[in-house]
């Protein structure tokens, strides 16, 4: 990484160790002082710059250390450097933090700072309302937990053909027409999986445990509450989440079940299984877009170059400055992210290329994500340079759907094409799952105290609602566990129905793009650049699109992605 920060400091010490709690003392007695003596309105927004300049450093040197975690798991100096920051660094801030928050939520100015302030005066007073000191702990032990997921998931390697292979890498054999050997290495991952199955049992079983007591502690109900007051989730409520999951059932998940007829009438077979839900239909060669992660970056620039001279821009930024780590290789944790460098006010990218399309798809969702950051820098909060989560998937999302038509990069027409394809009916397959995936969290944390029996139990309930129509005969227990697969359910609890709401919004955003695809871009950055200073509905608004995950918006979206399947198939 070649980074810096994006304005000079100037509260806080250019030498300062900010992993070093002795030097962080005096930095928040200095920030209580100041705002003892904010006499004007003027003087607490300097105060709030100040803090704002404390909180992107901190963030930075904290995001520093996970990103090197996450980019080789397997090393103890590494993972040394990040535990110090979750069992040292972390627990010895939040007191601190939070009396600061308690100072400012009080304070006779508050309430006369202007308009621009309002959402950061909603999200202190909602700090304030859920910290409890004794869920420090809690939390740190929770944040140690998910390190540990990591680290198993990490590690989790086959000895295929001779060779020892990371799970992501043999995920490509599932794209090849060779249906015996995609069984073997179905196989052969699912068992890989389901031998860590006690160990991420035992894993979520803590994490459960921490997160009643966290909810309890502050006083509510059960943890589905206290996470959408912690979410800051204003604006809609569990029961528009459970309205949603049964709005998928109706409208998405007989699309997504017609999709496999078809898949299994091309196929020839009698029946699909696991295996079968990869490969190409037609029995086509799978699709391999690229071979290296720089090759990987260039083409993935042109596409940009050629979208908005924009977006070129911002991507050119990234390479400048080093911020990406796409390769897959051992020892490196699952999945992908953008994480933001507060302090240079740059995103940080990272997946697990391996050279399938769906690696071309992370790349410019994770772009997505960091062209908001980008277009948000200027935000004099650090508190504004992100947004909710529901709009930040907006921004990935659109990427996924605009980018589309320039995946001539990649490929010859006919393989464009048929990429193009297989994104659009992976979105009609996606809504199934985030209803399967939020639905089960719901149930988990309503009804904490059921048993590993009762929870594969209401899972498999959900898998035959909202799942396909493979065959799992003989694999019961595979099944059961699939969803120790899905880092969010682990890591970042209830996230995952904001891919779902800001799917409808990229959808949108698409429909527009396919008409004016200047006018989409135009809406999409005006959007980006307000980062989180307005509430959710009206940054939505501000990007030309609904903020709604209703019938009245789902059943036209579907409609217009099976008619675009339509015109490419023609």
């Known amino acids: 990484m070649k980074i810096s920060p994006y304005r000079p400091r100037r509260f806080v010490p250019q030498t300062i160790d900010l992993t070093d709690t002795a030097q962080l003392a005096p930095l928040f007695e200095s920030l209580k002082e100041k705002l003892d003596v904010a006499r004007t309105a003027e003087q607490l927004e300097v ?22 975690m996450t980019c080789q798991t397997d090393d103890p100096e590494r993972e040394k450097a990040y535990l110090k920051i979750v069992e040292e660094i972390d627990p010895w801030l939040k007191p601190r933090q939070f009396e600061l928050m308690q100072l400012v939520s009080t304070h006779p100015l508050l309430p006369k700072l202007p308009s621009y302030y309002n959402i950061f005066r909603r999200s202190v007073q909602t700090r304030v309302k859920l910290y409890r000191e004794e869920n420090v702990a809690r939390e740190t032990e929770e944040a140690k937990l998910c390190q540990q997921y990591q680290k198993i998931s ?76 912690n979410y800051e989730r204003f604006d809609y409520t569990p029961q528009d989440c459970i309205d949603f999951q049964n709005a998928v059932e109706k409208h998405i998940v007989p699309l997504a079940r017609a999709l496999q007829k078809k898949r299994l009438a091309k196929l020839g077979l009698d029946k699909l299984r696991p295996w079968d839900l990869a490969v190409d239909p037609e029995q086509r060669p799978p699709l391999r877009p690229f071979a290296t992660g720089d090759e990987l970056q260039t083409k993935t620039q042109a596409i940009f170059n050629k979208l908005d001279p924009r977006l070129g821009q911002y991507f050119s930024l990234l390479r400048e400055h080093e911020v990406v780590d796409l390769d897959n290789r051992k020892g490196k944790a699952p999945g992908g992210y953008q994480s933001t460098l507060a302090e240079a006010r740059l995103p940080f990218i990272f997946m697990n290329a391996v050279g399938l399309q769906r690696d071309v798809e992370t790349l410019v969702h994770e772009a997505g994500h960091a062209f908001h950051a980008i277009a948000a820098r200027h935000e004099r909060l650090h508190a504004y340079r992100g947004a909710p989560i529901e709009f930040c998937e907006v921004a990935s999302m659109s990427m996924e759907l605009i980018t589309s038509p320039h995946w001539t990069e990649f ?21 199934p799952w985030m209803a399967t995936v939020d639905a089960f969290q719901h149930w988990i944390y309503t009804h904490p105290k059921h ?120």
């Open 47 to 68: 105060w709030l710059d100040d803090y704002s300049e404390v909180c992107a450093a901190l963030s930075e040197s904290s995001a520093i250390t996970y990103i090197r």
């Open 154 to 229: 990490g590690a989790m390697t086959v000895q295929f053909e001779g060779k020892e292979q990371t799970l992501p890498a043999m995920a490509k054999i599932q794209e090849e027409a060779d249906r015996s050997r995609r069984q073997a290495a179905w196989e052969l991952t699912a068992q890989s999986r389901l031998k860590d199955r006690p160990a991420l049992d035992e894993v979520y079983d803590k994490l459960l445990g921490l997160r009643v007591e966290i909810a309890k502690a502050a006083d509510y109900p059960d943890y589905r509450a206290y996470t959408f007051a």
């Open 411 to 431: 490929y010859n027409t006919d393989d464009a094409r048929r990429a193009h394809r297989d994104h659009l009916e992976g979105i009609i397959k996606f809504f």
């Open 451 to 570: 048993t590993h029996a009762e929870r594969d139990a209401y899972w498999l309930s959900l898998m035959n609602r909202f799942g396909g129509i493979e065959d799992w005969s003989g694999y019961e227990d595979i099944r059961a566990s699939l969803w120790h697969r899905q880092l969010h359910i682990f890591e970042i609890p209830f996230y995952y129905v904001e891919y779902g709401i800001a799917q409808l919004g990229a959808l949108q955003l698409w429909q527009l793009s396919r008409r004016n695809v200047k006018r989409a871009l135009d809406h999409y950055l005006s959007g980006l650049s307000l980062g989180g200073s307005l509430p959710l509905p009206e940054l939505f608004h501000a990007t030309g699109i609904e903020f709604d995950f209703s019938d009245r918006t789902i059943e036209p979206l579907m409609a217009g992605v099976q008619a675009a399947l339509s015109e490419i198939s023609a």
